[in-house]
């Protein structure tokens, strides 16, 4: 047995039993999470196609999936004008997803930084930077391909990025790369295995589908463990930026220039989309995994955080 040192000697043993508990937690985790992505890691270069044609008569995500879908103006516009859309919103999602994931690499970085380096739990974080940093390539690849304008967030949010990745405590990456992590995978989840969407799409959702499920568990068990040793301030920190992240999310997922690129009045477009109740549905049926969990582990909590959450349609 270890010695005790004069760190240890003040600490409860209790809270001690628990602290080494959730270490070796951690690590097993880890350790799981990295034989996975030995097994199961793609490189989009070389597993897709991209020379191949786009194919004529097929989606870019499931037409269910679309703004307008389910809307009178929807109804009023020509095949080739919702096809389009569903190629715009395609890469709207698409570069969101880079700009959410250059925030979570940084994020990570930081993570590690405050780690034991030698830990499975860092070469674990190590492990999903390169998962997407390769993301991040496959989806300016795929935003190229479609040949559409970069969909960057607002200025304003392209700066509240900036305030997250350089103050956000370790709690708080974890709650931000749920609220992104698991509302795209119900969205791709759908996309690779509907046949009516176009085969490089399929398969990039998929590959992304694939290794974010390990990104998902890692992001939920750490939050978890976080939590659990957080005083109170800390906690109700994490809920209020953790509201505000989703709001910010729903807003770059919302870009209304995608209405104006297929010939839509923006400013309409994007109320009709609002006020859609089929979107609304879509929306919350999204969010139903990372909302029952954070209602669960505490995240959302109160007045404040819930009227939040709503105002992002993703509560009833």
């Known amino acids: ?15 001690l039993s628990d602290a080494l508990g959730a270490l070796r937690d951690r690590e097993h985790t880890a350790q799981r999470l990295l034989q996975a992505s030995a097994r199961h890691s793609f490189d989009p270069d070389t597993e897709l ?45 698409a570069a969101s997803g880079i700009w959410f994931e250059t925030i979570l690499m940084q994020l990570l ?24 940093c390769r993301h991040s390539m496959m ?11 970069d969909y960057a967030p607002r200025p304003l949010d392209h700066q509240l990025g900036r305030v997250l990745k350089t103050a956000s405590t370790a709690t708080v990456t974890f709650a931000a790369a749920l609220c992104v992590e698991e509302i795209l995978d119900w ?13 490089l799409l399929r398969g990039a959702t998929r590959i992304h589908v694939v290794e974010e499920a390990r ?49 839509l009045d923006p400013r309409l477009a994007a109320q009709v989309a609002r006020q859609s109740p089929h979107r609304r549905l879509v929306l919350q049926r999204s969010a139903e995994r990372v909302v029952a969990f954070f ?19 993703l509560l009833p």
């Open 1 to 15: 047995m270890a010695p005790m040192t004069a760190a240890t000697a003040t600490v409860p043993p209790a809270a």
């Open 49 to 93: 196609d991209w020379d191949a044609d786009w194919v004529e008569g097929k989606w870019f995500t499931p037409p269910e999936l679309c703004s307008l879908y389910g809307t009178p103006l929807w109804d009023g516009m020509s095949p080739e004008q919702r096809m389009d859309l569903s190629r715009h919103e395609a890469a709207q999602v």
């Open 109 to 132: 970085v930081r993570h590690a930084y405050d780690c034991d380096l030698t830990s499975g739990h860092v070469r674990y974080a190590l492990t999903e930077i390169a998962d997407e």
């Open 139 to 149: 989806f300016a690849r795929l935003v190229d391909k479609m040949a559409t304008p």
């Open 187 to 199: 969205n791709q989840r759908l996309t690779f295995s509907d046949e009516r969407v176009q085969p």
């Open 215 to 263: 990104h998902v568990r890692y992001a939920r068990e750490e939050l978890r463990r976080q939590l659990v040793a957080a005083p109170r301030w800390e906690r109700a920190v994490v809920r209020l930026v953790t509201a505000e992240v989703i709001l910010a999310v729903m807003r770059t997922l919302g870009h209304p220039r995608v209405y104006a690129a297929v010939g």
């Open 295 to 313: 209602t669960e582990i505490g995240v959302i909590r109160g007045a404040t955080v819930r009227a939040a959450w709503r105002r992002a349609q």
